[in-house]
Structures are given as C-alpha cells and as structure tokens.
C-alpha cells in the first residue's frame, strides 16, 4: 500500500501519512489511531518490565 492509497483510505493527507512514517515529533494520537485502524491494527499498551529500557534508550 502507498502512502496515497493509505491516505485516501484515511481522509488524511499523503504528507500526513509521510509525518508518520518517518516519526515525525507532533503527530496526534487521533491521526496515529485513524491510520491503524486502516491498517487493521492495534495499539497495545501494558505495565512495563523491571527489565524495560528508558524510554530515551527506546527512541
């Protein structure tokens, strides 16, 4: 799927789509959950591990 069809399935902008594939800082969670849901796909959060990294070393 191309970054135009994702964004016609979404209503959002090809440069929308692009924002978020490329991590772009700003992206609302509205616009990250409409492009899963197109996507067929979920966000699943849990407790973290005692094990878990810093955020900082995550990003």
Known sequence: MT?????GTTGLRQATISEV??????TKLAT???????LDLEI??????RDSHDIEDIF
């Open 21 to 26: 594939e490329t991590g772009q800082e700003g």
């Open 44 to 49: 699943t959060i849990s407790s973290r591990t």
């Open 32 to 38: 990250l959950l409409c492009v899963l849901a197109a």
């Open 3 to 7: 970054q135009a069809d994702l964004a």
